[in-house]
């Protein structure tokens, strides 16, 4: 067995018997298109072919960049386009774009070096991190489409980059926070070493006014952590204590504050334990907790945001002669009529006026085929047009469309909080009154019995009962296991899988592409006439290596090169191959070719394509969608623990069923909309099942943010993924199997962590109480018991169980 020689631009194999080549460093290189070739040589006659030894990783196939209209590109030199993201000053312009394509370090060189060489181009600086090129330039001389043109033509996209409104605001309170904490982190160690120098057990020798010094010392550093570090607890109490709401924003602002005034007395008198390294150590373990939240609706925003994606920039607009005007996507009208081309997306939901084609609506739907539509059929927008030119008459635009009924769905779907949680603020509201009234209870007594001590064991209590330990519980225990499911291929993004995962009742499987690999092969060959299998395949591959159908990419590359091809929307493909006319695609079609009857289709599983010439049928290409195979495995170990198993498909064909039937699943639904889904896993709720959703489409994302627990597929839309809970990296279905068993000792080790929070604050606080616990030995004793949580879940960094 032979092994393929890789492109030495983007490293995919080199099609046999096709000779693309370039010289880079003084050899001649194979590559595998076209397009390689053509980037590759720009590289090298820009003189920079010195990328080639400093890169890390192969480069991105330039063939599979979203591919843009000279005329769309011409679009963003228009003044009014361009406003949104393009600042001038002076007689420059600056600009950020999104860069695709990037692959290593060297692609930033490559980007930078290669634009700073443009005449007109004043400064070009990339930030890896989020492929974000800031570029200066004097657009009087060269024009951002031609900025652009350069970019693609050494293998980068770029877009103008305009960040969501939403999407920023959280991404700049995420930098906030994270500055926070690393302020608190800082200055909490300086005050730790300035505190502990202050006690008798440490030093013993310490003068007077070197202790007045560090008092004061430890203040000054100290007041940041309360006044900027820790300013959201206290704004967050004073809102919920206006609406006489109890949160734990107003126990940690009644700890951190009376811990600080306490420390700013002993600080004045020269009296007294410092109390500060103790506001440092809750304000650090704290704001960790809430970073950790924060980034998690960070990713929930962008989701959200990441659907525009599924619309084109522009259009082409039909003025009242028919004639055709490319123009941006915000400048269409409802009643506007537009010219959608074979290969292109649906701008807007709307009615075919004219023309024939098939419409592949799989990220939306689930349909694994793409749909034949013709005159007086609705569209939706973010489809693909896949055949034929469509005249479509626009419905409906922006907040109007399917797409955004989605969105719709999926923000009530996130906005709806599980009962277990409702349960849970409950009980946080009860927990922190009856605290709140036993520390008042308690103060009122010690003031009649010794008014001295009643301050300091008030605020012992409330340092006693502040939840470090328990806010710590589940961000470790989740961090110490992320690199343990990141092992078998499971990428949590929400915390709560681990604590649920094992509660789960109920799944709730897609079809397409997750059961399944969400692409169409050639699965048999059945040849009919006197040509051979092998034959039969390099003619059908002849005639569909001319189509964009998803179809014509189950067949492969073609040893021979077909001529005329033309494709008839809906039927098939017609065309010369080695001198002989040849038809594939239905029956009907392609017997027509030779005058005959169609035949019978011999089989009810998958797609069946005939292929013939003028003397009569030669084969029957079967194709379909393959059952991945650990699905079965899947569905059997879900089985085996006694869930209810659904399989809810957009998928209309008998595939539905035929996959469920070979699968065991007695619940199989298919032709469901999004909203079709999201009712049935409204209904399971209702009856009080907890479900797991297993997806990979758009139209999955309602019922993924919806269900208790969600697992994205890996190859999944982005959307999808980031909607979800968890992410199958792998794909592979058999690492959920094994993920079960982490998820049980991971939630064991939560429980464990919580069980000993609560533990030691039920227990230190009667001790508190009665005055036997000082707030110094509470602060320690709530950082051991922190110590120990971590140590807990640092167990679970050993490798799962076979």
């Not at 290969?343 to 075919?352: E, S, Y």
């Amino acid at each position: 067995m032979s092994t393929p020689t890789p492109c030495y631009h983007c490293g995919l194999p080199v099609p046999v018997g096709q000779r693309f080549e370039a010289l880079i460093l003084g050899e001649k290189r194979p590559l595998c298109c076209p397009g390689c070739q053509a980037v590759a040589e720009a590289i090298v006659a820009g003189g920079l072919e010195s990328y080639y030894q400093h890169r890390s990783e192969t480069s991105t196939n330039p063939d599979a960049l979203p591919q843009a209209l000279p005329e769309e590109i011409a679009l963003l030199d228009r003044e009014d386009v361009q406003r949104p993201f393009v600042e001038h000053q002076g007689d420059l312009a600056q600009a950020c774009l999104l860069i695709e394509g990037i692959s290593c370090a060297a692609c930033g060189w490559l980007i930078e070096k290669h634009l700073r060489r443009l005449e007109g181009v004043a400064e070009a600086s990339l930030n890896l991190s989020n492929h974000r090129l800031n570029v200066r330039w004097a657009d009087s001389t060269l024009p951002l489409s031609r900025l652009l043109a350069e970019l693609r033509r050494i293998g980068y996209a770029a877009h103008p980059y305009k960040a969501d409104e939403a999407a920023e605001r959280l991404h700049r309170e995420n930098r906030r926070a994270l500055r926070q904490l690393g302020v608190a982190g800082l200055l909490w160690m300086q005050v730790m070493m300035a505190a502990m120098a202050t006690w008798p057990e440490f030093n013993l020798d310490l003068s007077a006014e070197l202790d007045t010094i560090l008092r004061w010392i430890s203040l000054f550093l100290t007041t940041p952590i309360v006044f900027y570090c820790c300013g959201q607890f206290f704004r967050g109490a004073l809102r919920d204590l206006r609406t006489r709401h109890l949160t734990m924003d107003v126990s940690v602002s009644l700890a951190i504050g009376g811990a600080y005034l306490a420390g700013i007395w002993s600080t004045v008198t020269g009296v007294g334990e410092l109390y500060f390294d103790a506001v440092g150590m809750f304000a650090l373990f704290l704001l960790a907790g809430r970073y950790l939240e924060r980034r998690a609706r960070e990713r929930t925003a962008a989701a959200t945001a990441q659907l525009v994606n599924l619309l084109p920039a522009s259009c082409l607009r039909l003025d009242p002669r028919g004639q055709s005007e490319r123009i941006l996507l915000g400048e269409l009208q409802v009643g506007d009529r537009v010219l959608v081309q074979p290969g292109a997306l649906l701008p807007a939901d709307g009615l075919i006026l004219s023309g024939q084609s098939s419409i592949d609506e799989s990220l939306l739907s689930g349909e694994y085929l793409p749909l034949p539509r013709g005159v007086g059929d609705a569209v939706t927008a973010g489809t693909l047009n896949v055949e034929g030119p469509l005249t479509v008459e626009v419905r409906a635009l922006g907040d109007d469309t399917r797409l955004s009924a989605i969105v719709r769905l999926l923000e009530r779907a996130q906005a709806d909080k599980p009962r277990l949680a409702e349960l849970a603020d409950q009980v946080a509201q009860w927990f922190l009154l009856v605290v709140l009234l036993a520390a008042v209870a308690v103060g009122l007594a010690w003031w009649q019995i010794d008014p001295q001590r009643a301050f300091w064991i008030v605020l012992a209590m409330l340092v006693a009962t502040c939840p470090c330990a328990l806010s710590l519980a589940t961000p470790t225990a989740l961090t110490a296991a992320t690199g343990s499911l990141h092992r078998l291929g499971l990428l949590l993004t929400r915390g709560h899988v681990l604590e649920g995962l094992n509660r789960i009742d109920t799944l709730i499987v897609d079809k397409t592409g997750t059961l399944t690999e969400g692409r169409l092969t050639l699965s048999a060959i059945h040849p009919l006439r006197e040509w051979d299998a092998d034959a039969c395949l390099g003619l059908a591959a002849a005639l569909e290596n001319r189509s964009e159908h998803p179809i014509a990419r189950a067949f492969g590359k073609a040893p021979a090169a077909a001529e005329r091809v033309d494709s008839v929307p809906g039927l098939g493909l017609e065309g010369w191959v080695e001198g002989r006319l040849l038809r594939i695609g239905q029956p009907a079609f392609v017997a027509a070719l030779a005058g005959s009857p169609a035949p019978a289709i011999p089989g009810r599983n998958g797609q069946w394509l005939l292929l013939g010439d003028a003397q009569g049928p030669l084969a029957w290409l079967v194709l379909d969608d393959r059952l991945r195979e650990d699905a079965a495995r899947l569905i059997q170990a879900c089985q085996a623990k006694g869930w209810e198993i659904l399989l809810l498909s957009g998928d209309s064909s008998p595939m539905v069923a035929e996959i469920a039937t070979r699968l065991g699943i007695a619940d199989a639904r298919g032709g469901l909309a999004p909203d079709a889904k999201l009712a049935v896993l409204r209904d399971l709720h209702a009856k009080g099942r907890r479900v797991l959703m297993l997806g990979d489409g758009v139209n999955d994302v309602p019922v993924l943010a919806g269900a208790d627990i969600s697992v994205a597929m890996g190859s999944a839309t982005d959307l999808a993924k980031t909607s979800a809970d968890a992410v199958l990296l792998s794909n592979r279905l058999d690492s959920l199997v094994q993920a079960f068993d982490m998820a049980r000792r991971t939630r064991r080790v939560i429980i464990e962590n919580l069980a000993w929070a609560s533990l030691y604050n039920g227990l230190v606080l009667p001790f508190a109480a009665c005055g036997w616990v000082t707030p110094v030995w509470a602060a320690l004793g709530m950082s051991l018991s922190s110590l120990l949580v971590v140590l807990n879940a640092l167990r679970l960094n050993r490798a799962p169980a076979a």
